[in-house]
């Protein structure tokens, strides 16, 4: 907790005085600093709910109101705000569509556009896959070369059982005193 | 149904049978209700829609409301799973025209546009056709009048900035 709270102050310190938009008091224990919000929309009015009660815009299909208008109170818009409180109809197009950009960012549309992006995604996925088949053929080619030295076969064995008994390796209780050299066989 | 292979005496088996017989009329029983039955995931209740549109219009047509209401309302049917009907949609422009909001009455006929889904060929030029009426007297354009149907302007992502 304490941890948290300083890094809220810090981040708080960044920010001068006139974009804190509200001071809430409540606090986890009496010496906490108070939590300070941050404007993040300074200059526009709170018109609604939006998304999560902060005051903040975003572009949704699915919660189509955000809580400010996007754009700042100019005096052009001001006095758009106030033609726009007559008669509809004596509005141009332009005038209503300049009213439309300065509450909201991008139309339907417009959020809903292609982007693009799964062009990247597919990009990444096929290197990440490629990256595995390599992998795959190191390890495939790792486990091959193990079995590729001659030590390793049947006959070689053999073979080398067969010059130990020769040499006569541990002849008092190991291997060549298991032999018969007379019958040259197993005892 | 419970069955087992496992050998059991005389008695048990018997038990056992009546219990399947139990088992199977409670089965039958509950087959022929569902047969039956009126409420359904299909079954359409007009009673229903009557009272829903009518909770909506009824909202949108109070005297004094907010522009905090109006769109707490809009959210509101955004979340239902339906189209909105032409009346709703009628009610909620005129609430738009009383709080002098010209965006917010296209962001609306967008979010109609936006809920017909796939099937925007089959219910939006109904929808429109209803509503054209209260669009002329309030002085509305079509989001096809205005260009909104198609993007107009392109935006730079906000993740692709930094």
Known sequence: MTLLTSVTVRFTRLFPKEFASSVNLIRFY?????????????????????FSGEKDYYDRTDLPCPAVRYKKETPEIKALHEKEK???????????????????????????APTGRYKSYFGWAMVWYAVALWLYM????????????????YENRQAQLQRLIAMKYEPVHGLSSKWDYEKDDWK | MVTSNRKCSNTVEKTNEKAKDEARKA????????????????????????????????????KHIDSWEIRRAIHDLVDHDSIPDPEIVCA??????????????????????NKCGNKVKEYYPYILQEIKPTLDELGLETIEELG??????????????H
């Open chain 1, 30 to 50: 009496s010496d906490d600093p108070p939590y300070i919000r941050i404007d993040r929309c300074p200059g526009r009015e709170q018109i609604g709910f939006g």
């Open chain 1, 86 to 112: 007559g008669d509809w109809h004596k509005l141009t197009l332009e005038e209503k569509k300049k009213l439309y950009r300065s509450s909201f960012r991008l139309t339907f549309a417009e959020i809903e």
């Open chain 1, 138 to 153: 190191l390890f495939y080619w790792c486990k091959n070369r193990g079995l590729t030295r001659p030590s390793l076969y």
């Open chain 2, 27 to 62: 089965l039958y029983e509950v087959t022929s209700v569902i047969g039956r039955q009126e409420y359904s995931i299909s079954y359409h209740d007009p009673k229903y829609d009557e009272e829903y549109i009518k909770r909506f219009v009824d909202f949108f047509n109070r």
């Open chain 2, 92 to 113: 909620c422009l005129r609430a738009c025209r009383r709080l002098n909001d010209y965006a917010l009455a296209i962001r609306v006929l967008e979010v109609t546009k």
């Open chain 2, 148 to 161: 909104y149907d198609k993007p107009e302007l392109a935006v730079v992502d906000v993740d692709d900035i």
